[in-house]
């Protein structure tokens, strides 16, 4: 019996150990150009499936599981940045745009996402530039005509 509650002591001493190195770290992830905050930015503990976004605000929190944990951070159109975690509870990220990232993508009519040079036919796109140029106030008017073979039909959104 003796030897049984040593032994079940010496295992609560490792757990508590192995919960005290986990905590929270928290922060902002900002534009580096303009100090806007972004929202929607991954944020995922490097080599884990531990992970969560910024809010609208750019804030996050996370829990991570030791003091040589590193954060990843990525986002869409901008460069990756790492931080090592270390003793901070509080960090803060400016990334910055890449944009090497933006490559075009093309979505084929069964839902495949290939590059566009890797496709065996031409495509054809439509800048955002283009689309704005019409001032229309709707986004449907805005595309109709502007690509062959594409028809653009609005619906009015009433039943029957």
Known sequence: MRKLLSSLSFMLLLAIGAIAQERTVTG???DREDGSALPGVSIKVKGTTIGTQTGVSGQYSIRVP???A?????????AGVESRVGTKNVINVSLATDAKQLGEVVVTALGI????????????????DE?????????INALAGKIAGVRVTSQSGTLG
């Open 28 to 30: 902002t992830v900002t």
């Open 66 to 68: 030791s003091e040589t």
């Open 70 to 78: 590193t954060l990843v951070f990525t986002y869409i159109g901008f």
């Open 113 to 128: 996402s290939r590059e566009a040079r890797s496709l065996g036919y031409t495509t054809q796109k439509i800048d955002g």
């Open 131 to 139: 689309l704005t140029k019409a001032r229309e106030t709707n986004v």
